[in-house]
């Protein structure tokens, strides 16, 4: 399990794995890694306190965030947000596949019941956002005028027509991911998903979500 957060995250990212061990099986184990943008000594102690559980290990990885300053933040998003594109380099070798929490989530099942889900030759597994479901909603719901007041954007990849994208692409929440690393590693999908952050820059909405199904369409 993958999660990431700076100090201002720390007590979210408590919730979301206190939940995550509550949920999981008593004969599971978890292996943690926590990609550290910034998580205060105090804050680490507090956590490692919550999260006591014989069945945890954690590793705590420290990213050159340097790496991501320059993509676009808002108020309450900051570059912590990108450094989960990191993962296929910092991520110990032996690190074949992983499931990515975001560090602001409730973990109400067993996580055991995800990892068993087949990855085939796909490169992630993610689940479709209910508030922006397509690349292009209007033309993509039979029944968009009764969903309408329900959608947070219609096109939330608002260039999809000039990147040459599918109207009915399913467009995915970043949030809950199961990640092929192996294969992230092999077609540099992390660098990709940067470079196309720069290149779009204008375009992009939800930071690295926008990013991430543009190159996984």
């Not at 329900?150 to 009915?168: C, K, M, S």
Request: net charge negative.
């Amino acid at each position: 399990v993958v999660s990431c957060a700076d100090d201002a995250y720390a007590m979210p990212l408590g919730v979301t794995i206190r939940s995550a061990l509550d949920a999981l099986h008593p004969e599971c184990r978890m292996r943690l890694f926590v990609l550290d943008g910034g998580i205060s000594a105090e804050s680490q102690a507090r956590l490692a306190a919550s999260w006591s559980d014989p069945r945890l290990a954690v590793q705590w990885l420290r990213p050159d965030v340097d790496a991501v300053r320059d993509l676009p933040v808002s108020d309450h998003i900051s570059v912590a947000a990108y450094l989960r594109l990191l993962m296929p380099t910092l991520l110990p070798a032996d690190v074949k596949r992983v499931i990515y929490v975001d560090a602001d989530m409730l973990v109400r099942r067993d996580l055991a019941e995800l990892w068993a889900e087949p990855q085939g030759e796909h490169a992630a597994l993610a689940v479709q956002d209910l508030a922006a479901p397509y690349f292009d909603a209007e033309s993509s719901i039979p029944q968009i005028q009764r969903c309408r007041g329900h959608l947070a954007a219609f096109t939330p990849v608002a260039n999809y027509r000039e990147l040459d994208l599918p109207t009915d692409n399913k467009y995915f929440n970043s949030g809950l991911l199961v990640l092929n690393i192996d294969q992230w590693r092999r077609e540099k999908i992390g660098e990709q998903v940067l470079d196309c952050l720069r290149e779009h820059r204008q375009h992009v909405l939800w930071w690295d979500q926008y990013a991430l199904n543009v190159v996984l369409a």
